[in-house]
């Protein structure tokens, strides 16, 4: 199988509309993010036809309208990108991944004790290595 191409930042805003509503036309996407992203409905066109291209999107007719849907799962899709920038921007370094997420942000109790939680079932999966 062919992986999906990596992309864009603005083809990512365009898709994460597309994770939450499912489905949407060229029109609701771009009345989504046009509140906070500077963008014309003629460039969320242009965009989705090229995420089709690429094989990010599918679309289906429903009038003279196209309703565009993402081809994989938001999960499927993160999960590749984020193994991507491990392997690209960290050399595939998952702990310097996480210092400079902490350095961008600093992490709320609620999050850190969700992190406790995630290293310590990564803990058991690994046999307490």
């Known amino acids: 199988m062919t ?12 898709l994460k509309v597309l994770w939450q509503r499912g489905e949407a036309t060229v029109r ?9 992203v500077p963008i ?7 965009f ?14 429903e009038g003279r309208s196209f309703v565009y849907r993402a081809v994989s799962s938001g999960d499927r899709t993160k999960k590749d990108l984020v193994s991507g920038l491990i392997e690209s921007v960290f050399d595939g370094a998952l702990d ?5 997420a902490f350095a961008a942000r ?5 999050e ?9 079932e990564a803990e058991r999966k690994r046999g307490g290595a």
């Open 3 to 14: 992986p999906m191409p990596e992309p864009t930042e603005r083809e990512l805003q365009i």
């Open 28 to 36: 609701e996407v771009y009345e989504t993010l046009r509140d906070e």
């Open 40 to 46: 014309v409905q003629n460039t969320v066109q242009a």
């Open 48 to 61: 989705l036809r090229l995420m089709e291209d690429k094989g990010l999107v599918s679309h289906r007719t």
């Open 96 to 100: 310097q991944l996480v210092a400079s």
């Open 106 to 110: 600093k992490p709320s109790r609620e």
């Open 112 to 120: 850190l004790a969700k992190l406790r939680e995630l290293l310590a």
